[in-house]
């Protein structure tokens, strides 16, 4: 049984960092795609991140406007894959979920959510001073 167990998040000011974990279990990181998705209030949730595999090396990618700002990685032996967030702005204020996807590889669609079948719990970030 896959399951994501998600940890992090709270209150930061601007332009501060935060660190969010996602500890997987039922599935190996080298066999799998994890996404990281945000919903703010009142909006859609949205793709932000995702990391995978591609010809036996990691794979990444980013929505523009994280892109430089957040870094996704993983720890294998932890099977945890993590979101360092830095420069955070009040509009990044969400739940941030990840989300896993039972295939190694990601393609351009993968800031669809109907992609992964498996969710964390979801954890709160805000922004402000």
């Known amino acids: 049984q896959v399951q994501l167990v998600q940890s992090g998040g709270g209150l930061v000011q601007p332009e501060g960092s935060l660190r969010l974990s996602c500890l997987v279990s039922?599935?190996?990181?080298?066999?799998?795609?994890i996404g990281w998705f945000r919903q703010a209030p009142g909006k859609r949730r949205e793709g932000i991140s995702v990391?995978?595999?591609?010809?036996?090396?990691?794979?990444?990618d980013y929505t523009d406007f994280v892109r430089g700002r957040f870094t996704v990685s993983r720890d294998s032996a932890k099977n945890t894959v993590y979101l360092q967030m830095n420069k955070l702005r009040p509009e990044d204020t969400a739940v941030y979920y990840c989300?896993?996807?039972?295939?190694?590889?990601?393609?351009?669609?993968?800031?669809?959510?109907?992609?992964?079948?498996?969710w964390g719990q979801g954890t709160q970030v805000t922004v402000s001073s």
């Open positions: 989300a896993a996807a039972l295939a190694p590889e990601f393609n351009s669609n993968w800031k669809s959510e109907n992609r992964f079948g498996y």
């Open positions: 039922g599935v190996t990181l080298d066999s799998s795609t």
């Open positions: 990391i995978g595999n591609f010809r036996d090396e990691i794979d990444r």
